[in-house]
Nanobody
Framework: VELAESGGGLVQAGGSLRLSCAAS?????????????FGWFRQAPGKGREFVAA??????IVYGDSVKGRFTISRSHAENTDLQMNSLKPEDTAVYYC????WGRGNVRQSDYDYWGQGTQVTVSS
């Protein structure tokens, strides 16, 4: 599976951005796109990768504490996931990565995810 993120950019504090992730290709073990869970993670300069949000095939959603109430993850098609980011803060500045979990768990652990995108930069100015 290949994951491609889009939608990053520069925005002022308080603004909004929408990130999208599209999956393509064949998953291992005969898994299909509809069985994948998707997650979003981010990594700020000098910091470790942080969990942002995840959605599993049944629609169960989990958010990281720092984005609850501001970010919304959605999944309009089996192969796509979006992350709507509102009320952005300078501390949201990071490279945002889309990831997929072959087994549909949608947990917060990075190690549960099998495929990763290249990342898209989000910069929030104060």
């Amino acid at each position: 599976v290949e994951l491609a993120e889009s939608g990053g950019g520069l925005v002022q504090a308080g603004g909004s951005l929408r990130l999208s992730c599209a999956a393509s290709g064949r998953a291992a073990f005969g898994r299909t796109s509809s069985s994948l869970a998707f997650g979003w993670f981010r990594q700020a300069p000098g910091k470790g990768r942080e969990f942002v949000a995840a959605i599993n095939p049944l629609g169960r959603i989990v958010y990281g504490d720092s984005v609850k109430g501001r970010f919304t993850i959605s999944r309009s098609h089996a192969e796509n996931t979006d992350l709507q980011m509102n009320s952005l803060k300078p501390e949201d500045t990071a490279v945002y990565y889309c990831a997929s979990d072959l087994w549909g768990r949608g947990n917060v652990r990075q190690s549960d995810y099998d495929y990763w995108g290249q990342g898209t930069q989000v910069t929030v100015s104060s």
